[in-house]
C-alpha cells in the first residue's frame, strides 16, 4: 500500500480547495501538511456528523484525543479501534483511518501534529458537550482559535521545520481564525438545519463579515511576510479563495460555486505560472 497516494487520493475527494496546495508542495513537507490536514478533516468530521448526538461526538473525539496523546512510537493496528468500535458505521473513512494520517507524517514532525490534532480533538469535545453555545464575541474567539488559529501555529511549526522560516505567530492565528471565519459565514444557513449557530448572540451576518475581515487583515499581513517559497504558494491559495467567497456572500450569494472556485483557481494557478 501505497499511504502517501491513498492520503493524496482522499484529500482530492474531501476537499479540492486544500488537495491542490498540498499536492505542489515538495516532499517531506507534503506528507507532513497532508498528515495534518487529514487528521485534522478526521476529527472534523466528527464534530459534524449529523448521524450522532453531541454525547457520542465528545466520546469519540476523546477517545482519539487520548490515543494520540499515549503515542511512544507509533501506533499499534488497533489503537484507534476501540473508540471507534460502537461507531463504525456513522463514521467517514477519512476518520476511520486517522491511524494511517498519524503515521504519514515524517517521524521528526509527527509528535508535533500529534500533539495539535489531540488538542483539537479535546477541544471540539467540550464544545460539543455544550452544543456549541456562541453567547459572545469572547467567546467566538475561544472557538475559532480551539479549531483554527492553533491550525496557523501548527503551520508556522511545520514551516520553521522544513526550511527554517520564521513567522509572526499572532498573525498565524489570525490566518486561520480568519479562514474559519469565513467558513462559518459560508455555512450559517446549513448549521441552523442542525440547531448550531456560531454566530454571537445578536449578531448578524454583517457583524460576521466585519470580524472575518478583522482577521484576514492578519492573513494578509501573514503571508505578505513570508519568503517566496512553499509555504506562501500553499497560504495564497485558501487565502484567495477566503476572500472570494466573502465577495460573493456580499454579492448576495451563499457561497462561492464550483465554477467560482475553479475559475479563481485557475486564476491564481496561472498568474503564479506566469510570473516564475
Same mark, same amino acid.
Given at each position: 500500500m501505497d499511504l502517501r497516494r491513498d492520503a493524496l487520493e482522499l484529500l482530492k475527494?474531501?476537499?479540492?480547495?486544500?488537495? &491542490?496546495? &498540498?499536492?505542489?508542495l515538495p516532499r517531506p513537507l507534503q506528507e507532513a501538511v497532508a498528515s495534518a490536514y487529514l487528521c485534522m478533516r478526521a476529527i472534523d468530521e466528527v464534530e459534524d456528523n449529523p448521524q450522532l448526538d453531541n454525547s457520542s461526538k465528545a466520546e469519540i473525539l476523546r477517545n482519539i484525543s487520548f490515543t494520540l496523546q499515549a503515542a511512544?512510537?507509533?501506533?499499534?493496528?488497533?489503537?484507534?479501534s476501540e473508540g471507534f468500535s460502537k461507531y463504525e458505521n456513522s463514521l467517514p473513512e477519512v476518520t476511520l483511518r486517522v491511524r494511517e494520517w498519524a503515521i504519514l507524517a515524517p517521524e521528526t514532525i509527527a509528535p508535533r501534529i500529534w500533539d495539535a490534532t489531540a488538542a483539537m480533538a479535546?477541544?471540539?469535545?467540550?464544545?460539543?458537550?455544550?452544543?456549541?453555545?456562541?453567547q459572545t464575541e469572547s467567546?467566538?474567539?475561544?472557538?475559532?482559535?480551539?479549531?483554527?488559529?492553533?491550525?496557523?501555529?501548527?503551520?508556522?511549526?511545520?514551516?520553521?521545520?522544513?526550511?527554517?522560516? $520564521?513567522?509572526?505567530?499572532?498573525?498565524a492565528i489570525g490566518f486561520g481564525r480568519g479562514l474559519q471565519s469565513v467558513n462559518i459565514l459560508r455555512n450559517h444557513a446549513e448549521d441552523l438545519t442542525r440547531g448550531v449557530s456560531f454566530f454571537p448572540k445578536g449578531w448578524d451576518s454583517e457583524k460576521m463579515l466585519a470580524y472575518a475581515r478583522r482577521n484576514l487583515e492578519m492573513a494578509?499581513?501573514?503571508?505578505?511576510?513570508?519568503?517566496?517559497?512553499?509555504?506562501?504558494?500553499?497560504? $495564497? &491559495?485558501?487565502?484567495?479563495?477566503?476572500?472570494?467567497?466573502l465577495d460573493a456572500i456580499a454579492d448576495g450569494k451563499e457561497?462561492?460555486?464550483?465554477?467560482?472556485?475553479a475559475a479563481l483557481l485557475e486564476i491564481f494557478i496561472g498568474s503564479n505560472a506566469n510570473a516564475g
Open positions: 475527494e474531501t476537499s479540492r480547495t486544500f488537495y &491542490i496546495p &498540498i499536492v505542489r511512544v512510537d507509533g501506533f499499534a493496528l488497533d489503537a484507534f479535546d477541544r471540539m469535545a467540550s464544545w460539543a458537550d455544550n452544543n456549541w453555545e456562541i467567546d467566538l474567539d475561544r472557538y475559532t482559535f480551539g479549531v483554527a488559529g492553533a491550525v496557523g501555529l501548527l503551520l508556522s511549526d511545520l514551516w520553521a521545520w522544513y526550511d527554517g522560516t $520564521q513567522t509572526n505567530r499572532t498573525h494578509d499581513a501573514y503571508t505578505n511576510s513570508l519568503p517566496v517559497g512553499p509555504a506562501l504558494d500553499f497560504c $495564497q &491559495i485558501p487565502l484567495t479563495l477566503a476572500y472570494g467567497t457561497k462561492l460555486s464550483r465554477s467560482d472556485v
